[in-house]
């Protein structure tokens, strides 16, 4: 059993940055991988970023590559997604989730869920 809280979502104007970051409890947090997702309204829940339990590896969406940055600090059991350059389209819920099996692409490759952050892009 894991528990994710995510934490640092808000409102934040066109080409501003946020910070987000997944709090984990439950389960020796450096033996797994961790990724980011997002859901806007009326959309399907969609990968952003992935990291490996040891960070040596960081694959992002197309559409956030080389403005979003996933890292983890494994002392503290927490995954962070730093968005930079942000803009309405990226205006969703973002939910961090834990990857004990596989760490792909895809939502059913992950095991546990945050409840989600709400990011908000103005223009």
């Known amino acids: 059993q894991v528990q994710l809280v995510e934490s640092g979502g808000g409102l934040v104007e066109a080409g501003g940055s946020l910070r987000l970051s997944c709090a984990a409890s439950?389960?020796?947090?450096?033996?797994?991988?961790m990724g980011w997702f997002r859901q806007a309204p009326g959309k399907d829940r969609e990968f952003v970023a992935r990291?490996?339990?040891?960070?040596?590896?960081?694959n992002y969406a197309d559409s956030v590559k080389g403005r979003f940055t996933i890292s983890r600090d494994n002392a503290k059991n927490t995954v962070y997604l730093q968005m930079n350059s942000l803009k309405p389209e990226d205006t969703a819920v973002y939910y961090c989730?834990?990857?004990?099996?596989?760490?792909?692409?895809?939502?059913?490759?992950?095991?546990?869920w945050g409840q989600g952050t709400q990011v908000t892009v103005s223009s």
């Open positions: 990291i490996t339990w040891s960070a040596d590896n960081t």
């Open positions: 439950g389960r020796t947090f450096g033996t797994y991988g």
């Open positions: 989730a834990t990857a004990f099996r596989r760490l792909g692409y895809l939502t059913h490759d992950y095991d546990y």
